[in-house]
């Protein structure tokens, strides 16, 4: 039986990388050094990975520059360095700009793999250790390998390692020097990690006292300082390694005469030009006083406030966005989650609780934003304070059996659309998507269950709200959720309709909140409606492709600790929807074509939401098919006629309603000149311009002649 794993590695070698087999122990299976040089063949794809347990790529010239930067566990919190490394504005810059792949390991390490340009590529190196010595981050350089997905075990978290991105030497030297801090970074980052008895394992560089931000921010972040400058437009030109000394140029001029040095002895940039704003001539700048000119419009307070909240953890439960102040409130949920909630506070208020002084470490930023991500939370965008939250679960692998018992029963025969709407929601919460609403007469379906469901995974980023809330002045409680659940709804007017099909697909939203200034923001709201109204809950149009309809029953199998069940599955759940294939984005920008969301319940809400007219016309029409014209496929008739035989005595059926009937709801037009015909097709003849009014447009069979049906 032919080994799935010989396919992959035939992409691989396509994509100019050089792949090997290896065992479960992660040893080549073959003498792999010949192929530090060259690419396998294809050829002898079939003998060389007929039995690999895994696959691994090696590094270097021979796969077009190939460099994977290795977070090692070693049984330590992993998670905690390299969410801190990718949280790195430099770093978050180069991953958004080029996508690279990033993987899981087994035993929950990260690799992030890309290629850079240069003459001559670097070996194996170590750029931090463990407190105990061991290897935290590595990179995988000429000559050596690194197992890879599909891996048993190893999982992508985003990227394809299909298409791995070059980029430049200055943006790898920035990921080398800043993951290079990280031991010295490390008491901050983790200090649990460092036993109490191990003094003496310590690096030397952590002697000296760094536990204020600004002497932090000056010993262990100058490679975001320099970030700083070149964003400004400054270039390193050069680096002495004699003397230790860095060579730069300052924005706009030409050449390669420097304008500045950076002296790695006093950790400073030294200026000596006089047309380097914000930088005086002859000036020695710190790291922090960079930040301060360059970030924070020389803002001390502003910037230490930031440090603060970005490396120490340490935060005030205040903000201010703009002239206004809010505090965060921490709240459990009814299934112990812990929310987190703003609410408008006085600054006086504050001062006669904590004193003045404390006002100069409130964070302060310029404005509200939203941008959703799960797996990659950034706080603070471009000074603009994020109202996303940060995701609380981390993927595990393990059984979900309850999780799948009531996707199965909430998504029926489209479960796989189902798998693929939780897969959106986690991997891609920045998508427009599909109204989803689930429908049934009978109480205790599981409705209610899975709308708990989603609020135990998604927390402060979901909000379940009333019907009345949507036309509600104030939108506060829900501008800033990326789900919006709406429980038993009934919506009877149609301006609340178009509420909801209008927030399906609307980019930005204005925020309404008592005693706050109107701000306008991005908005990502996902609709989620419930409701015990089958086919009127709302008036659906018949061109409407915004809806994803499920009607639900009863559930075939009784657990009434279900949703305590469910929480402990949620982390393997969520990795389970890392491993499913990406979503289609290329058929819909929603990830739904309307073909896929058509179902029996969604043509019922239709048909419901049609006028009272239309439907006693379609039985009208029925009737007159079936008995005085049951031979006839289809006849002709105009708004005058229809209104003389059916409606001649209803004063309010006038001749404008009939017309927006035939043209709205049956999608009809008048015949484009006017024509002689017999109205009915047994009445007086006339001219006009009529409607032709078909059988097959009713449904009707066809029918046989009445008179055939009867038993004499």
């Given amino acids: 039986m ?22 479960s122990d992660k040893r080549a299976t073959l003498k792999w050094e010949k192929y530090q040089k060259a690419l396998p063949d294809f050829e002898d794809c079939d003998q060389l990975f007929l039995q690999a347990w895994g696959l691994a790529l090696i590094s270097g010239s021979v796969s077009g520059g190939l460099e994977v930067m290795d977070f090692d566990a070693h049984e330590k919190d992993i998670d905690a360095i390299y969410n801190h490394f990718i949280s790195d504005e430099g770093v978050k ?12 390991s ?106 204020d931000p600004v002497s932090y921010f000056n010993w262990n972040c100058s490679a975001y300082a320099k970030k700083l400058l070149e964003d400004k437009g400054w270039v390193k030109l050069r680096t002495d390694e004699t003397e230790d000394i860095e060579y730069w140029k300052r924005p706009g001029k030409q050449g390669n005469e420097h304008s500045a040095t950076w002296g790695k002895k006093h950790n400073s940039l030294y200026v000596f030009s006089s047309s380097a704003p914000p930088f005086l001539n002859g000036c020695y700048y710190s790291p922090f006083q960079i930040l301060v000119r360059l970030r924070f419009n020389d803002s001390y307070n502003a910037a230490i406030s930031w440090i603060q909240q970005k490396y120490f953890d340490e935060e005030v439960p205040y903000i201010r966005i703009g002239v206004d102040y809010f505090k965060k409130i921490k709240k459990t949920d009814r299934f112990g989650i812990s929310r987190t909630e703003l609410k408008p506070w006085k600054i006086d208020a504050i001062k006669q609780d904590h004193g003045k002084a404390i006002l100069d470490r409130i964070a302060r ?10 797996l990659n939370y950034s706080p603070i965008v471009n000074n603009c304070y994020n109202l996303y939250r940060s995701f609380t679960h981390k993927p595990t692998l393990g059984s979900w059996d309850w999780t799948e018992v009531l996707i199965r029963h909430i998504f029926g025969e489209q479960y796989d659309l189902g798998l693929r709407y939780l897969q959106i ?67 009877e007017k149609a301006i609340t309709v178009e509420k909801v099909k209008s927030m399906a697909t609307q980019k930005f939203i204005s925020v309404n909140q008592k005693f ?31 809806f994803f309809i499920r009607k639900v029953s009863i559930p075939s199998i009784t657990n009434h600790n279900i949703e305590a069940d469910m929480v402990k599955e949620i982390p393997a759940f969520l990795h389970y929807l890392t491993t499913l294939p990406p979503v289609d984005f290329s058929r819909d920008r929603s990830g739904f074509t309307p073909a896929e969301l058509s179902n029996s319940s969604l ?36 708004v005058k006629s229809i209104k003389s035989k059916f409606f001649f005595n209803d004063s309010k059926i006038d001749l404008p309603y009939i017309r927006t009937v035939l043209k709205n709801d049956f999608n009809l037009t008048p015949v484009a000149n006017p024509i002689y015909f017999n109205p009915f097709v047994n009445e007086p003849p006339k001219t006009a311009r009529p409607y032709l009014i078909k059988k097959s447009m009713l449904k009707i069979e066809n029918l046989k002649n009445p008179a055939d049906e009867l038993p004499f």
């Fill in 2 to 23: 032919p080994n799935p794993l010989q396919n992959i590695a035939e992409d691989y070698l396509l994509a100019g990388l050089s792949v090997i087999p290896v065992s």
């Fill in 365 to 374: 930023f310029d404005d509200f934003t939203i941008l959703p991500d799960n």
């Fill in 516 to 546: 706050v200034s109107q701000y306008r923001m991005p908005f990502f709201g996902k609709i989620i409606l419930t409701s015990n109204n089958e086919d009127k809950f709302a008036r659906i149009d018949e061109e409407e492709i915004r």
């Fill in 425 to 491: 929601l986690y991997l891609h919460p920045d998508r427009l998507m599909p109204i989803l609403v689930m429908v049934s007469r009978e109480r205790q379906t599981g409705k209610t269950t899975f709308v708990n469901w989603l609020s135990m995974i998604f927390g402060d980023n979901m909000a379940t709200i009333s019907p009345d809330d949507l036309i509600n002045g104030f939108n506060s409680t829900y501008a800033s959720s990326n789900i919006i659940a709406v429980e038993e709804t009934l919506i």
């Fill in 106 to 211: 087994p035993r929950g390490g990260y690799h992030i793999l890309y290629r850079y340009e240069t003459s001559i590529y670097e070996g194996n190196r170590k750029l931090a250790n463990w407190p105990t010595g061991e290897s935290m981050i590595e990179t995988r350089g000429e000559g050596g390998y690194t197992v890879v997905c599909p891996s048993p075990n190893y999982t992508i978290l985003s990227g394809s390692i299909n298409s791995i991105p070059t980029i430049t030497q200055d943006e790898r030297n920035y990921l080398i020097t800043f993951a290079k801090t990280f031991t010295h970074a490390l008491p901050h980052v983790l200090p649990h990690d460092f036993p109490n008895d191990l003094p003496h394992v310590l690096p030397h560089d952590l002697h000296f006292d760094n536990t």
């Fill in 603 to 638: 043509l019922d809400v239709k048909k419901e939401s049609k006028s009272s007219l239309y439907k006693a016309m379609v039985m009208l029409f029925e009737d007159l098919f079936l008995n005085e014209l049951w031979a006839q496929d289809e006849f002709y008739a105009d």
């Fill in 93 to 104: 810059c180069i991953l958004s700009r080029y996508d690279p792949p990033i993987e899981r």
